[in-house]
């Protein structure tokens, strides 16, 4: 498992909302890319009631140091109350992909 990088994945309500959030997100440093599923859709349990709803999604590489710093300015940006944005460990990966993501990514 590499010990400093993850993959956040942070849904959202459609595509183009996702796609500004992300890049947002590289602009700042906060990530060194994402990968965006443009369609996907979710069924949900929320205020007591069953939703299906399409939604987009985005995996975001990072440092697993910035992992709150992404949650925090999630928070400031998305419209969702209880927006999804989960961290996964990487188990392996390229040794200079997982370089580039340190280097594009600002310090914790």
């Given at each position: 498992?590499d ?40 069924v ?33 940006l998305?419209?969702?109350?209880v ?8 188990v ?17």
């Amino acid at each position: 498992m590499d010990p400093e990088c993850c993959e956040v994945v942070v849904t959202g309500p459609g595509a183009d909302w996702l796609a500004g959030y992300t890049r947002t997100l590289v602009e700042e440093r906060l990530a060194a890319c994402g990968h965006q599923l443009s369609a996907i859709r979710s069924v949900y349990r929320w205020a007591g009631e069953v939703h299906d709803d399409p939604e987009a999604r985005v995996a975001l590489h990072t440092r697993r140091a910035l992992v709150p710093a992404i949650v925090a300015r999630t928070a400031e940006l998305h419209p969702y109350d209880v927006p999804c944005v989960i961290a996964l460990p990487l188990v392996d990966g390229s040794p200079d992909y997982l370089r580039w993501v340190v280097t594009e990514t600002r310090e914790p």
